[in-house]
């Protein structure tokens, strides 16, 4: 009789937070000692062994600089932005940006699912449980999950492993996550993939490439344009809500 009224153990615990902690640690020690590796001069020195390498080995280089990629993203490495042009620069604007958005889209799906396994769940039972703003928060992000991720990835301003990071704390379906994160970093993985491309003309004038330029009017305004089309679902939906429709 008292094996019937036994409860069940509790999920998670220190094991559950493993992964994430594995993320930290290396994120932490990643900052300390790759930032000088890296970096645009790093691969400006090595530009000729990596084009030699690529043409030699040119599947192994695609598959082993997918890894890479993935692997800066998941345990949040400085050079994802290196990562990207470097993507451009051995592989030309297609099938680059492809390489650069499937190894982003792995890399994130890792720490989505190292968070939620550490304590998303725990995080989003306490949200849904909450009451006032933060409840109705929730509630609003759950009704226009489509919408709210896609501005997460389309938004430049927000950075790239909050938006990773957040999705996991309220219980966002990982399909969705994996989804939206592919389909809405096209646009920057493009702009920066093509910027990477032309770099062989930048490293011959011995200057740095202008990575502002997604911030350019002819650049920015398109994608401020896709962030109104993931936001009107929520608009309109605000709009029918004040008139009780």
Known sequence: MSDMTQTAPPRGGFKSKLPLIAVATAAVVGYFTLGDYLSFQTLADNREALIGFRDNNYALTAGLFILAYALIVAFSLPGATIATLTGGFLFATFPGALFNITGATIGAIAIFQAARMGFGDKLGARLENSQGMVKKIKDGLDEN????????????????????LIPSFLEV?????????????????????????GLGEVFARGETPNLGIIFEPHVILPILGLCVLAALPILIKAVRGKKGL
């Open 145 to 164: 999950q489509w919408s709210m991720l896609f501005l997460l990835r389309l938004v430049p301003a927000v950075p790239f492993f909050m938006a990773n």
């Open 173 to 197: 379906p990982l399909h969705r996550f994996a989804i939206s994160t592919f389909v809405g970093i096209i646009p920057g993985a493009v702009v920066y993939t093509s910027v990477g491309a």
